[in-house]
């Protein structure tokens, strides 16, 4: 089984910028998506971007040029470059990376721990 681990959280002012870098290991076939979440307590998971193996990306509007999505599939490494923060995006913010065994196979869902990202006003 793979494991899946962010690290880069932390708190910054608002206006302020943070790296979040996710890390898959294990003996892992292929990733085909990979994405990051948000949450804030007593609120639903949010989807905050994800990108294909291929480099599509999507973004939520409240993200949108703002936060910027990258991966190295070699590496079976993803980051979330965030710039501008606001104190709206203070949350606990999960790696999500849909991980293929062996190829053909379906891939499972894996998520990490999550890492806290604070922003203060």
């Known amino acids: 089984q793979a494991q899946v681990m962010e690290s880069g959280g932390g708190e910054v002012q608002a206006g302020g910028s943070l790296r979040l870098t996710c890390a898959a290991s294990?003996?892992?076939?292929?990733?085909?998506?990979m994405a990051w979440h948000r949450q804030v307590p007593g609120k639903q998971r949010e989807l905050v971007a994800s990108?294909?193996?291929?480099?599509?990306?999507n973004y939520a509007d409240s993200v949108k040029g703002r936060f910027s999505i990258s991966r190295d599939n070699a590496k079976n490494t993803m980051w979330l470059q965030m710039s501008a923060l606001e104190p709206e995006d203070t949350a606990v913010y999960y790696c999500?990376?849909?991980?293929?065994?062996?190829?053909?196979?379906?891939?499972?869902?894996?998520w990490g721990q999550g890492t806290q990202v604070t922003v203060s006003s």
């Open positions: 999500n990376a849909e991980i293929q065994y062996y190829e053909g196979t379906f891939p499972f869902d894996s």
């Open positions: 294990g003996a892992i076939f292929r990733i085909t998506q």
């Open positions: 990108i294909t193996d291929g480099g599509t990306t």
